[in-house]
Antibody, heavy 124, light 113 residues
Framework: EVQLVETGGGLIQPGGSLRLSCAAS????????MSWLRQAPGKGLEWVSI???????YYAHSVKGRFTISRDSSRNTLYLQMNNLRAEDTAVYYCASRMTTVVSPLEAYVFDIWGQGTMLTVSS | DIVMTQSPDSLAVSLGERATINCKSSQSVLYSSNSRNYVAWYQQKPGQPPKLLIYWASTRESGVPDRFSGSGSGTDFTLTISSLQAEDVAVYYC?????????FGQGTKVEIK
C-alpha cells in the first residue's frame, strides 16, 4: 500500500525553526516529484514547495528564503526545514505527489497521493 | 500568479439533484501546443486530505464515480456532480497547474438541502 506519513509538527514560537518529515512506504521519494502544501485552519489549500527528481526545487513566494525542501533516499523520506517561522505559517502541512507517470514538469503539480498532514502552530 | 476564483462559496443541493461549481482563472490555462487545460479538481472531506477527482479539466481520475465530470476551457471551468449523494458532502477546490506556483480556488462547500 502506498502511504505518506508526515511528522514533526507542533507548537513553536515566532522566529523559531522546525523540520517536518514525510516518510513514504510503497513509494519512492527519490524517483517521484514531491511537494509540500499547507492549509491554514478553516482556509484553503496553498502549495509550498516542490523537489523534482532532478533535484530542482521551487518555493512559494511566502516561504522563499525561509523554507528548504530536501529528501533522503536512504530513509525514503521528504523533509521541509522551516526557519524564521511566522504566525501566518500556522497550518496543516501535507506532503503530496503524483504517482502516475509525469510527462512534463507541470504535471508534477497534480497531486493524487497525499499524507494525512501534520499541524504546525506558530504562536507565543 | 494565476488567481483561481470559485463560485459559489457554498451550495445546498437535494439528494439526487445536480450540483455545479464554477471556477474562473485570471488568465488562460490552455496550452496551445497540446490543447490541454491545466486544471484539476479536488474533493476534501472534514479531517481528511484532498482527493484528486479530475485533471486536464475533464479527465476523471481512476476510481472516481462517473457522476463527477469536469468541463470548460481557457479561463472558465465547471465541476458537475450529476446526482448528489450523501457521501459527496465536502469542500471542492479547483487548481491550475499551468504555471508555477500552482494555485487553488478558495473552495466551494457542498451540503445537502
Amino acid at each position: 500500500e502506498v502511504q505518506l506519513v508526515e511528522t514533526g509538527g507542533g507548537l513553536i514560537q515566532p522566529g523559531g525553526s522546525l523540520r517536518l518529515s514525510c516518510a513514504a512506504s510503497g513509494f519512492t521519494v527519490s524517483t517521484n516529484h514531491m511537494s509540500w502544501l499547507r492549509q491554514a485552519p478553516g482556509k484553503g489549500l496553498e502549495w509550498v514547495s516542490i523537489i523534482y527528481t532532478g533535484d530542482n526545487t521551487y518555493y512559494a513566494h511566502s516561504v522563499k528564503g525561509r523554507f528548504t525542501i530536501s529528501r533522503d533516499s536512504s530513509r525514503n523520506t521528504l523533509y521541509l526545514q522551516m526557519n524564521n517561522l511566522r504566525a501566518e505559517d500556522t497550518a496543516v502541512y501535507y506532503c503530496a505527489s503524483r504517482m502516475t507517470t509525469v510527462v512534463s514538469p507541470l504535471e508534477a503539480y497534480v497531486f493524487d497521493i497525499w499524507g494525512q498532514g501534520t499541524m504546525l502552530t506558530v504562536s507565543s | 500568479d494565476i488567481v483561481m476564483t470559485q463560485s459559489p462559496d457554498s451550495l445546498a443541493v437535494s439528494l439526487g439533484e445536480r450540483a455545479t461549481i464554477n471556477c474562473k482563472s485570471s488568465q488562460s490555462v490552455l496550452y496551445s501546443s497540446n490543447s490541454r487545460n491545466y486544471v484539476a479538481w479536488y474533493q476534501q472531506k472534514p479531517g481528511q486530505p484532498p482527493k484528486l477527482l479530475i485533471y486536464w479539466a475533464s479527465t476523471r481520475e481512476s476510481g472516481v464515480p462517473d457522476r463527477f465530470s469536469g468541463s470548460g476551457s481557457g479561463t472558465d471551468f465547471t465541476l458537475t456532480i450529476s446526482s448528489l449523494q450523501a457521501e459527496d458532502v465536502a469542500v471542492y477546490y479547483c487548481q491550475q497547474y499551468y504555471s508555477t506556483p500552482p494555485t487553488f480556488g478558495q473552495g466551494t462547500k457542498v451540503e445537502i438541502k
